[in-house]
């Protein structure tokens, strides 16, 4: 795990040395504008995708049938993830080795690779579950499993994200050597 850290750390603080980095970060407006953004992006495409997570579950819009719902909802769901992944990566340019050492970045990570991984496996089971309950209710409990799971993993995501801005754990602190690991905090560094 040292090494790991190690590289982790090693990448950051090149990436510090970049102009850009620096000038982004101290930037009096355009770091908040791409914060916002990420925000507003967050919002509009976590708002598409949970009216068609609670249309699953039978929870929304019942009425309208579940492959419509999807189909117009997709492309500002699409935007907004575009968006969304651009901005976070330029929130992390613009402060990298405090990102790269943070706990919660790390949790949120994981768990982005959790929510992709069943977003890849809802749609494969949306195919193959044929268009028999589209006008129903609910979905089948497979796709609701799914659909229950993807608003779970954001509602976590965004609370990890929130929590990178207000580190508990940050290396500066000396948390526990446990914490440290986890967190990627590299001993007899120089931090931030």
């Given amino acids: 795990m040292d090494v790991f850290n190690q590289l982790i750390y090693d990448f950051a603080a090149w990436v510090d040395t970049h102009q850009w980095s620096t000038a982004l970060h101290e930037s009096f407006y355009v ?13 509009l495409s976590l708002g598409m995708l949970f009216l068609i997570d609670l249309r699953m579950l039978g929870l929304a819009m019942a009425d309208i049938p579940a492959s419509t719902l999807a189909r117009r909802l ?3 769901m699409f935007l907004g993830f575009t968006v969304m992944i651009i901005t976070g990566l330029l929130l992390f340019y613009a402060i990298p080795v405090r990102s790269a050492q943070s706990l919660w970045l790390r949790i949120k990570l994981v768990l982005l690779f959790a929510a992709a991984i069943n977003a890849w496996l809802f749609h494969r ?11 129903a209710v609910k979905a089948p409990v497979r796709l609701q499993v799914g659909a229950s799971l993807s608003i779970t993993l954001w509602v976590l995501i965004v609370i990890c994200g929130r929590l990178i801005a207000y580190d508990w754990f940050d290396c500066r602190a000396e948390p526990s050597s446990f914490i440290a690991t986890l967190a990627g905090c590299i001993a007899d560094q120089e931090q931030f």
Wanted: a neutral charge; hydrophobic letters at 35%.
């Fill in 125 to 135: 089971r949306l195919r193959t579950a044929g268009q028999s309950w589209d006008t």
């Fill in 31 to 43: 770091y908040n504008w791409i914060e916002s953004t990420h925000v507003v992006a967050l919002t």
């Fill in 74 to 76: 997709s492309l500002p």
